[in-house]
């Protein structure tokens, strides 16, 4: 998808929930269930969502849009093939 529309669908899902961008974390990776279940300690029946990007550059960025929109996150140096955007509801079980 392209960054636009990833965005829009990003902002869709996160309306339908109460809270402000702080409320949620956004991050991009190779590998979903490594980074949403065992990084995170993400469960799954959260509210979470991802979109694969078109390329990892548009990946990279609409991570920065929501950075800049306060979400939480980590942004790294960009890996070649990091194309999955996810974006979850923080909790007192997720890390962070």
Known sequence: ???RTVIKR???Y???F???YSDWYVGITKDLDAELF???KFEENGIWISFGADTDKVA??????FLDKKTAGNP???EEG????YVYKKNSKTTP
């Open 1 to 3: 998808m392209d960054y």
């Open 10 to 12: 990003i902002e869709i």
């Open 14 to 16: 996160m309306s339908k």
């Open 18 to 20: 109460e809270g402000d």
């Open 38 to 40: 065992n990084l995170h």
């Open 60 to 65: 990279k960025k609409v991570e920065k849009y």
């Open 76 to 78: 790294m140096n960009l």
């Open 82 to 85: 990091t194309r999955i955007v």
